[in-house]
């Protein structure tokens, strides 16, 4: 199987690479330059006659909640898992939505959780997936009451497998369980020494910050990337608020990652959260689409276990009692196993995708912008009316805008 993907687009095409997880979008002269220069690329042609401008064919990547079910309870889980929904997409179920996807040519499939793995038939479904010629990529805790879990995920070889890590030792034990980093590090090894691609995700606490060059000189030898990540205050997360950082201690992470990142060049190490800053919203504007920070519903989709679609996967556990933009925009059965229709035509998703747009541009005109801060998350900002005096803790300005609403469910 070829590892790079052309698939076509109103304004040329969108070119995908299995093997590093990415995407470019390319106009009608740079697309034909590259059917010639690349003939052995995998053409998915695609009918885009009358199609929108503004918006790309479908998603890049779904990101698949494949059950809420979880062998851990951990303390900074935004969307608690432990027990799985009661109307979990069965495993053939699963089968059949992949196949719907990859007719309409989306490009990659992130499986995460809860954990994937305590799913039945979950080695099934990655592997069709794999079969079908998707870019395959999962997140886990590492942590198998069955150790042949490992031996399928060598069998299946994803594309990348991410860990989950909450620090080091002492602190990914108090927020996983005692033991756990133990048991999550020998199945980040195991998979590493069996060559499968393996990355970290690490939540920022007050204990990442004041050890993060310790966390990666630990882990740089037996990863591609590491991503840190704002610890969002939902689910169980709301109760270790004191855990969490402010903006001024994210801006000294900031800084104090800009000096140590480049003594590290063997590996990838994103933080900042700005895979959205201000060179890839002129990519998409070279082109004519719609632009946001927030790449849910200009690139991505979360689909939750019971087959829910959401621009966000924040968005459905931020208040249920609330209609949060973005947070319900249809169901893969009662969609027949398809995203297209959503993806073109959903009205939340529209205002979902002008509040991105208008919070981008909040964003832009601030003065330290890009200098001291790469900008807000539009979950984060519909996430404040949650606590008291509805202030955004990593917005430095604490600007109130008043676009962005909750509504309560009739």
Partial sequence: MKGKILRDEVFGSTVYDRKKLIHSFLNHEQTAETL????????????????????????????????????????????????????????????????????????????????????????????????????????????????????????????????????????????RGKGNFDRSFQSLLTLYNAGVPTRTNTLITHEVADRVEDMIQFFEPYVSDMAFFNMRLVGRARNIQSRGISYSELREFNQKMSKIVPNHPTIRILYREDGENLNGLQEYEKVGLSTGRCPGGLTRFVMTSEGNYHACGYLPYINPESLVPGSFLGNAKSDGFAVIKTWRSSSSLEEYRKLNSKTTQECFSCAVYDSECPGVCLADELNKYNFEGGVNPYCIEGKNLEFLHLRTKK
């Fill in 36 to 175: 010639v220069k690349d003939p052995g690329i995998e053409y998915w042609e695609a009918d885009t006659t009358g199609l929108r401008k503004d918006i790309i064919y479908s998603p890049i990547r779904i990101y698949y909640e494949l059950t809420t079910g979880c062998n851990l309870r951990c303390r900074t889980c935004f969307n608690s898992s432990g027990n799985p929904l009661n109307d979990e997409l069965t495993t053939s179920e699963v089968l059949k939505l992949l196949d719907g996807l990859r007719k309409e040519h989306v490009f990659d499939i992130r499986f995460t959780g809860g954990e994937l793995t305590t799913k039945e038939g979950w080695d099934e479904i990655l592997q069709h997936a794999m079969d079908l010629g998707f870019g395959v990529s999962m997140n886990t805790n590492g942590v198998y009451d069955d150790p042949k879990n490992l031996e399928k995920l060598i069998k299946i070889q994803p594309h990348q497998v991410t860990l989950s890590f909450d620090g080091l030792k002492e602190t990914h034990d108090y927020i």
